[in-house]
């Protein structure tokens, strides 16, 4: 992973435009939310159970990428931020941060409180749980309906 110093020269363009996805990609899920739910009101078909999974889809993976939006903003991980002036924000002088992906986690050295806060890894973890199980009832429920649409057709 490229360095603080390494990024100031213009090798991290790459990874600067990925943690600005990852900052946007909340505001994208939202819209994906809010389009769900206005066509879950208009459908009163067979297809609502689908259609109301993958609402739920939806809003856990908006649950989820807002939790990790939060652990990355807590921490020292924004390339834009120097680990010295992050931790200068909260009282260190050492510029040595520990950091973990996963549980997402950021401690400026030696003996550093937890920066990232404690309600990120529990919704970053149910948002992803709930986000698989609800496309896996999304699926399911579609492939219901459709071999009950094709099991009616069979008998006309």
Known sequence: MPTNASLASGDGDLLVLVE???LVSPLVLLVV???LTVRLLRS???GAPAAGCA???????????????????????????TDEKWCGLHGFTAAVVERT????????APGGDELVP????PVLVGGTLATVLALAAGLAAHLRVRAR???RGQQS
């Open 118 to 121: 404690v309600w990120v890894n």
């Open 149 to 151: 649409s094709g099991a």
């Open 55 to 81: 609402l739920a889809t939806a809003t856990a993976a908006f649950a989820a990428s807002c939790a990790y939006v939060g652990g990355r903003l807590a921490g020292p991980g924004l390339s834009w931020i």
């Open 20 to 22: 600005l996805l990852s």
């Open 101 to 108: 992906s996963f549980p997402m986690s950021a401690h400026c």
């Open 44 to 46: 009163r078909r067979d």
């Open 33 to 35: 939310v809010l389009v």
